[in-house]
């Protein structure tokens, strides 16, 4: 990709512009992990603000290196309420990694690995369920014991080693959406939606039966319609926002089709995405602007 077609696309994009709001005063330090991790200036909300700045004014290539610096910021946005200027920086790596680093990824293993994660597993929620299956036979059977023997763990590539050992354990049965209606026994207040979505229901069911309990308590009706599927937080990070638009369409539609007082999720991360699918969802999709705010105000 060339550093012109970089440059016009990046001053295309609408509100892109607000990458210049940051006046560089490092308060968003303290409040980024990568930062206080590593300790470099460029694993930095300010550092990676500045190699934006750099490529949309043709001052250098979007090369690897410096697209490495994009990727390995989490996203977590604690950066934001640092910031006394008010840069949206989460926005500002979004549509970054939309326009850069996405069509980008042109080995094999990279575009394998970009399909089946973002277009096969968290678009299709069973596939995701079945995989989760598996990972807990995995662990309740002793196979995770025996491979994480010694004399296995000196056999199997490092690489995989680290990345086993970051496997969440799976505990409890799994949550999942479907028509059922979990009734209070008090004096009813309302009727919430929960959003299940894709992990939580996987690694957290316990935690999703007791938001059920505890809205029960409160006098709520909670049902966790079935059709839901993914808010595309994950999409979206990953700079695959057509897709995650496709999913937020459906949420939007199954949601108000339920006829819920309030849409309720257990996860902060999908929680702030559904409140912003209206930055996601343009005039051109096909669901009215009317339904978009309709379901980010009940959220």
Known sequence: MTISKVSNTLLLEPGMEDMYKCVHCGLCLSACPT???????MESPRGRIALMKAVKESRIE???????????????????????SGVPFGFLMEQTKAELIYPQKTSLKQRFLHFSVFKLLFPALPLLYALGTLVKFYQKSGLQRILRSRIV?????SSLV?????LPAIKGNFFSASTKIYPTKEKKQGTVGLLSGCVMPLF??????????????????????????????????????????????????????????????????????MKEYQNLLDKSS??????????????
């Open 162 to 166: 680290v990345l086993e050992n970051q």
């Open 204 to 273: 957290q069911g316990p935690i999703m039966e007791a938001t059920v309990r505890v809205l029960n308590r409160n006098g709520f009706d909670v049902v966790s319609p079935a059709g839901q599927g993914c808010c595309g937080a994950l999409n979206i990070h990953a700079g695959e926002r057509e897709r995650a638009s496709k999913m937020a369409i459906n949420n939007i539609e199954v949601f108000l089709k339920a006829n819920v007082d309030k849409i309720l999720t257990v996860s902060a991360g999908c929680g702030s995405t």
């Open 62 to 84: 979007p090369s690897s290196r410096v697209i490495s610096h994009w990727e390995s910021c989490l996203q977590c946005r604690g950066c934001e309420t640092a910031c006394p």
């Open 286 to 299: 096909s669901i009215s602007s009317e339904d978009v705010s309709t379901f980010v105000s009940m959220t």
């Open 35 to 41: 930062y206080l991790t590593t300790g470099r200036e």
């Open 153 to 157: 763990t000196k056999v199997v590539p």
